[in-house]
Nanobody, 121 residues
Framework: QVQLVESGGGLVQAGGSLRLSCAAS????????VGWYRQAPGKQRELVAA???????NYADSVKGRFTISRDNAKNTVYLQMNSLKPEDTAVYYC???????????????WGQGTQVTVSS
């Protein structure tokens, strides 16, 4: 079994910064692509940033230049550094990862439970 646990959310003023972490644990052989998503009240979940196993990244236009996704493969952890936060960044942030488990040796899709980010104006 594999678990993804997000942390680092909270309340911050506009212009501030937060760093989210997504830590994977369990029977992990390897982790492929990981994405950070967010869902604001009344809105659909949207992809914010993603990173491949090789370190290639892509970002939503709304966060380009402000957010940075990175990963530490030794720690099975992916980070989302969020700078210059805006009130419209307020949402629950989720991480999603493709994880190859040890037994069976197969890739599964996992989601974390989410962490709340609130940006006040």
């Amino acid at each position: 079994q594999v678990q993804l646990v997000e942390s680092g959310g909270g309340l911050v003023q506009a212009g501030g910064s937060l760093r989210l972490s997504c830590a994977a644990s369990g029977s992990i052989f390897s982790i492929s692509a990981v994405g950070w998503y967010r869902q604001a009240p009344g809105k659909q979940r949207e992809l914010v940033a993603a990173i491949t196993s090789g370190g290639s990244t892509n970002y939503a236009d709304s966060v380009k230049g402000r957010f940075t996704i990175s990963r530490d493969n030794a720690k099975n952890t992916v980070y989302l550094q969020m700078n210059s936060l805006k009130p419209e960044d307020t949402a629950v942030y989720y991480c999603n990862a493709g994880v190859v488990t040890t037994t069976p040796l197969k890739e599964y899709d996992y989601w974390g439970q989410g962490t709340q980010v609130t940006v006040s104006s």
